[in-house]
């Protein structure tokens, strides 16, 4: 193989503006400046199964997008500033985030992921999206715990 025309490896960050994954993110950063790696950051959005009633008009799968987006991009520039010093992708996928960061973690060299340390019961240390994930991941996981959150 050339390694002229090997790629980078792609670290995988699941994003949701939460206090945890722009912790996840700052540490794939740091990893990301080490390694040489390119950062995939990932926002998975659905569309409320409850949302409103049958009477409500229902905001378009389009502008739930959108505000994924711009979630995405206000948590990218929280984490990494003007000039991150690394490549990063940004991408906002429809889907249940477990899921979604999976198929995102395909030929990745790794998945960060953040954990508010709940996931329905106190005390517990990650959540289920991050536990799914490192029972589920085709690579190594990372969970970075927000040490904000008191126990």
């Known amino acids: 193989m050339d390694v ?9 960050v699941g994003v949701d503006g939460s206090a945890a994954s722009l912790r996840a993110l ?13 950062i995939e950051a990932v926002h998975a959005w659905e569309v409320p199964a ?3 009633t049958g009477m ?7 502008e739930f997008e959108t505000a994924a987006k711009e979630s ?4 990218i520039e929280q984490a990494a500033g003007s000039d991150p010093g ?11 985030a477990a899921k979604v960061l999976i198929d995102a973690a395909d030929g990745a060299a ?9 996931g329905g019961f106190v005390g517990t240390l990650v959540g289920s999206v991050s536990q799914y994930c490192v029972s589920h991941a085709p690579c190594p996981v990372v969970v970075v ?7």
């Not at 700052?26 to 390119?38: K, P």
């Not at 790794?110 to 709940?118: A, D």
């Not at 715990?145 to 126990?151: A, F, I, T, V």
Request: charge should be negative; glycine fraction near 10%.
């Open 4 to 12: 002229s025309e090997s790629k980078p490896d792609r670290i995988v």
């Open 110 to 118: 790794l998945l960060v992921v953040g954990s508010r340390g709940h």
């Open 26 to 38: 700052e540490w794939a950063l740091r990893e990301a400046a080490l390694t040489g790696a390119v």
């Open 145 to 151: 715990r927000d040490l904000s959150q008191k126990d």
């Open 56 to 62: 409500m008009v229902l905001p378009s799968g389009e």
């Open 72 to 75: 995405l991009a206000r948590s």
């Open 50 to 52: 409850q949302y409103g």
């Open 86 to 96: 690394v490549e990063i992708e940004q991408n906002a996928v429809a889907g249940h």
